[in-house]
């Protein structure tokens, strides 16, 4: 069950995650949180990422074994540096509706995709 109370914690967190387009990890979030409530712990940043990625919220990123985490939830891509580590939004409405009009799997419905693409980005090619 998701725990869909709207507490302080969850406020500062998402009014954080929106204001970035950094894709932060958890201990990011932590450091930036931590200046409007002092006494929120890791474990509490941690725990309502995870209950407002369950709810829909906020997404996930695994990358490299690493979560990240965007607060924009609409459907876009990301590119990630394998070099330098920089992790951009790609707004390209064209290839996420190709990807969930092509996907057939029997007993299914897509209704959005992750994809992730990796390279250089121009200042590390």
Aim: aromatic share 8%; charged share 25%; proline share 2%.
């Amino acid at each position: 069950m998701v725990d869909k109370r709207l507490t302080i914690q969850k406020i500062k967190i998402l009014e954080y995650l929106h204001s970035v387009h950094s894709h932060p990890t958890a201990d990011v979030v932590y450091e930036a949180v931590k200046k409007h409530i002092p006494n929120i712990s890791l474990a509490t940043v941690y725990r309502n990422l995870n209950q407002m990625v369950d709810s829909g919220d906020v997404l996930r990123l695994e990358i490299n074994g690493e979560y990240h985490f965007d607060g924009d939830v609409s459907k876009h891509l990301h590119c990630y540096c394998s070099r330098c580590g920089k992790l951009v939004d790609v707004f390209n409405k064209k290839i996420t509706d190709y990807a969930i009009k092509n996907v057939d799997l029997p007993g299914f419905e897509v209704s959005n995709v992750q994809v992730l693409f990796k390279g250089l980005c121009t200042k590390c090619s």
